[in-house]
């Protein structure tokens, strides 16, 4: 399978680290972007790299377009002329594109097409991804692209209108995440531990809980009774971080994410 990725910032870079780490060879992957630093990277890397967007597209069977959201226009526009639909796959990684926009940009010269909306921990094989088949289009295709993604993490595949809550759910999540190890680890330190320490402590401590959740299918909020004691130190800190609006402020974080 050759692949084309248009755009190599933090989220296409990230998803050109995974395809790499996934197995894909370099010389099956063509990265397009008008950075010389980042094409160098991806040179040393193995990757065939381009600044013609168009270039890039013409020998993929699958082309990845990973911008801004305002770029996503100008971008299709510009390879419309040397997209094939009847052999490609085209897959847009910008939040918030409308599929009929898209659609409407390229006319007859849309590929099968898919909105994605992955994370930047598809880097290390570990990506929530959410993929959104979009009009009418064969069963093996979305097949070939849940499985395609599927090498970098877990996937869902789901509707456009979830599309929205799934960005902020797991996208926009995977920061929420990290400012949680942020203040656990300055915690930490408040507690006696050298920083990189407390760091290490609070991650390996999510990794367990999640390991934890996983494997035993539990609801966290029974994983939670496990270890709460009546009187004890977890319900006094649990209690304490709902009095400052703990579930309140991740619940209003995550809907703000769809205004």
């Given at each position: 399978?050759?692949?084309?990725?248009?755009?190599?910032?933090?989220?296409?870079?990230?998803?050109?680290?995974?395809?790499?780490?996934?197995?894909?060879?370099?010389?099956?992957?063509?990265?397009?972007?008008?950075?010389?630093?980042?094409?160098?990277?991806?040179?040393?890397?193995?990757?065939?790299?381009?600044?013609?967007?168009?270039?890039?597209?013409?020998?993929?069977?699958?082309?990845?377009?990973?911008?801004?959201?305002?770029?996503?226009?100008?971008?299709?526009?510009?390879?419309?002329?040397?997209?094939?639909?009847?052999?490609?796959?085209?897959?847009?990684?910008?939040?918030?594109?409308?599929?009929?926009?898209?659609q409407g940009w390229l006319?007859?010269?849309?590929?099968?097409?898919?909105?994605?909306?992955?994370?930047?921990?598809?880097?290390?094989?570990q990506s929530m991804t959410?993929?959104?088949?979009?009009?009418?289009?064969?069963?093996?295709?979305?097949?070939?692209?849940?499985?395609?993604?599927?090498?970098?993490?877990?996937?869902?595949?789901?509707?456009?209108?979830?599309?929205?809550?799934?960005?902020?759910?797991?996208?926009?999540?995977?920061?929420?995440?990290?400012?949680?190890?942020?203040?656990?680890?300055?915690?930490?330190?408040?507690?006696?531990?050298?920083?990189?320490?407390?760091?290490?402590?609070?991650?390996?401590?999510?990794?367990?809980?999640?390991?934890?959740?996983?494997?035993?299918?539990?609801?966290?909020?029974?994983?939670?009774?496990?270890?709460?004691?009546?009187?004890?130190?977890?319900?006094?800190?649990?209690?304490?971080?709902?009095?400052?609006?703990?579930?309140?402020?991740?619940i209003r974080g995550l809907?703000?994410?769809?205004?």
């Amino acid at each position: 399978m050759k692949i084309a990725v248009i755009g190599a910032g933090a989220m296409g870079g990230a998803t050109v680290e995974g395809l790499l780490k996934a197995g894909h060879a370099g010389k099956d992957i063509c990265v397009s972007d008008p950075s010389a630093t980042v094409l160098d990277k991806f040179e040393a890397l193995g990757v065939t790299t381009t600044t013609d967007n168009s270039r890039a597209v013409g020998a993929a069977d699958v082309v990845l377009v990973v911008v801004k959201p305002w770029l996503v226009q100008q971008v299709l526009t510009g390879i419309k002329e040397a997209l094939q639909p009847d052999r490609q796959q085209l897959v847009v990684i910008a939040a918030g594109v409308p599929s009929k926009d898209i659609q409407g940009w390229l006319g007859n010269q849309c590929p099968p097409l898919f909105l994605c909306i992955p994370n930047i921990a598809i880097a290390q094989l570990q990506s929530m991804t959410f993929l959104v088949p979009c009009g009418a289009m064969a069963s093996h295709h979305t097949e070939q692209m849940k499985a395609l993604f599927e090498q970098m993490g877990q996937v869902l595949v789901t509707d456009e209108q979830h599309l929205a809550a799934g960005t902020t759910l797991a996208s926009c999540g995977i920061a929420y995440a990290m400012r949680y190890i942020r203040a656990a680890s300055e915690g930490g330190v408040e507690l006696g531990f050298k920083a990189d320490d407390a760091k290490h402590i609070v991650m390996q401590t999510m990794r367990g809980a999640v390991e934890l959740l996983q494997a035993s299918g539990l609801h966290p909020e029974q994983a939670i009774d496990l270890v709460t004691t009546p009187g004890g130190v977890t319900i006094k800190g649990l209690n304490e971080m709902e009095h400052a609006g703990f579930t309140s402020a991740v619940i209003r974080g995550l809907k703000a994410g769809l205004k």
